[in-house]
């Protein structure tokens, strides 16, 4: 229970912190809303537009810092997180709703995958040392992690969009689809959520093989590893329940964190495939200092990066008795 | 208005391996095979680094291209192209009374709302009164001259102008989109709503928005008769210029307005029928800091203005798309006819650099051993700022100081990421500034933009145009004298003196002409604008433009 305590004391008080950093942040930067949207008009506006504009952003409305940061803590936690800049007049919460379930659908699902897949290929790899499998994969896997993942991404739009003409180029879905749980338009998501799901799976597997197999290792080699199979268990309850149960600790964390980084999508990847995720939005907002749309995103960031951590010390708790009982 | 290259190392990437794979598999992507007797949609390709918000209002500038000109119309049609030809569109004519003050429009009748209402005078006059009661809508800052707007009889409409005010013409019959009072009316604030479902007057309904695309049909009960015939358009979303610049070059796209790195090549080559031309709309300049030295002085911008060879700069820095600006100010061939003989001749060969170097030496400045030019002990050395963002800006950029040196003037380069160049620019943070204005309709918009003292500001306060920061009485003078004649003589004459104040003060230094980038392919769709026939700009981020061009385009039967 103290444990526990504890732990969600840390949290609020990395929540605080973050908000705060958050506001303070990109008001560092110059210029204003206003000028980077009159930026992003190339010079093929009337400059008269740029009055127009600040009007209806309201950036000189000469507010005191202080009350703008009373008035942005009161509003988060509220849910209300302002209107967008660059998607104006679009509330932040609906502009980050529109892309939030294609990062979840593609980054989240390929990195649980890239972790069960990675995990399970290093505790064999490190259960049954020098044999086929751990000559084979975990090499390849790690040469390909050390790729630049757009790179990856480039060669496979190369070789299996418009070489071999398999999946598509671009996109989360057909341009002209419209959007509804509809069978066909569900299969034109996966069709095209494909590309981007194998880059990130390929070059993400390596780093998880890598860790497992050297936790596993360390753990095979201990007393009561020795002492299971000197009880005669079998070779697979030996390998799961005993070793890689142990051995998966570290990389738990690990996981963890990068499940909160889902959130945050995969900014290249998407870019590279026109996806509709945060990633690419994050990317945008920067670009076009939409403060109130970065600092929406930022916080989500954060926000989920705090849980997985808390969860994770959770499931740590959960598996690992000890870290529960030392104070 | 330039395509963004993000990320120099990494688009160029992108760019070979798409271009290695379309010379392997030629068309995979063209699938958009002619069926028998349906018409195939209109693909545009128009990269713009964003998912579509799917928000239309027409009187926010981010959202005005994709319903400004399609969906909503304007009282006339203005073309840039043709030194301000008018074209009546909502209004069947107009006609300016009582010293150009005041402007009087006939209304069309028989126009409908796509909702089926009737349009009137009332809408318009709505129209404009709601852009004086939201400043945030009137963009075009029509309500800085504007008294007010009234209807009188059943079809006419008064604009009375607080001063003779010719040029705003362009923006309140060309630019202003006629909004419907009878829906408009119900809106809370019509400056946060996103006008989801835009009703308008023009050829063309949104008919489907999704982050990806955005679809518009033509509208059946249109107005003009014949017009607007082409069935369903297509703007998909993209976020790299490289994948928009593929889809264009496959074919998948009949009209583009991208920058395209080796167009020969990459475009034109790839598919039979892919052309793509040009037109200059306005000059990309060195904007010299006025209120400090060096350039203050008159002699090193002259020397300056002499010393870079432009069609180097032209074929090294942008392919050559961007022909060589005239230090007169006036973009050729779109304004040829407002060139002044005398000041061309008065200036003389736009590239010298030994009488360059012959103005540093009068003025003061000698050459030293390094081969830098030096007055008083100091080097004269500038710093030239650009748009980072812009990889081909940033050539250019490099290029022009390369000529510089060969002059004795030592320039350094500095891309500055996108925001912040123009936080700098309107601050008059910068000692040359290399950056583009808009243009209009005469030459007269962009030199009131360049040289009229009200559109500037201390260093430090933003300015939006005038960054250089230049003041002349005599020349705000000539500015107002243009505003107060609708003859085109006098117009011309203006804008001959302003040419001289161009080559004897340099308040801005054009290097190159900016063009109005546009693609096309004529094997689906005909009518495009071109240099023979240029009834409108042809860039798909012009408004009303590219709507008016939509409305004109046939289907190949």
Redesign the interface.
Known sequence: MRFLVRRVGFLLVALWAALTVNFFIPRLMPGNPAQAMMAQFRGHVNPSALGALEAAFGVNTHQSLLSAYVSYVGNTFQGNFGISTSYFPLPVSSVIMRALPWSIGLVGLSTVLGFIIGTAIGAISAWRRGGLLDSALPPVFIIISAFPYFWVGLLSIWFFALTLNWFPLLGGYSETATPAWTWSFVGDVLIHAVLPAFTILITSIGGWILTMRNNMITVVAEDYVKMARAKGLKPRRILWHYAGRNALLPNLTGFAMSLGFVISGAILVEYVFNYPGLGFMLLQAVQSEDYPLMQSLFLLITVAVLFAIFLSDVATAILDPRTRSST | ??KKIRAGL?SS??AL??G???A??PG??ASSTAGAATQV?LNLANEQ???W?C?F?PF????APYSVGVTYETLEFVNSLQSGKVTPWLATSSAWSNDNKTLTFTIRPGVKWSDGKPFSAADVVYTFNLLKKY???????VW?VLSHVKQSGANKVIFTFSTSAVPYFY?VAG?VPIVPQHLWSSIANP????ISHPVGTGGYLMS?C????I?WTNNPHYWQAGKAVVKTV?M?????NN?CN?YLATGQSQWGSQFIPNIQSYYVAKKPGNSYWFPPV?NVSLFPNLTTAPLNDVAVRQAISYGINRPTVSKIGEYGYEPPASQTGIVAPTFKSWSSPAATAAFGASYNPTKAKSILKSDGYKLGSDGVFAKNGKKLAVTIIT?GGYSDWVATVQVIAAELKKIGIAATVSPIA???????V?AGKFQLAY????GGPTPFYEMR?WMYSK?SAPIGT?A??NWERFNSPSVDKLLADYGATTSVAKQHTIVNKLQMVMIKQLPVIPVLE?VDWFQFNSKAFTGFPSASNPYAQPGL??IPDWGYVLDNLKPVK
């Open positions: 208005m330039r990494f990437a992108l391996v798409a290695a794979c379309i392997v598999t995979v992507l949609p680094g964003m998912l918000p928000t209002n926010i500038p981010s959202s400043p945030a809508l009137d963009s075009n800052a800085s923006y630019q400056v946060t709503n996103p489907k999704t982050p990806q695309n679809q297509n998909p979303a993209f976020l790299s994948t593929e306005a748009n996108s925001t912040n160049f123009y936080s700098d309107y950056n583009v204005e808009t933009q559109n933003a939006a145009s900016e981020y012009n």
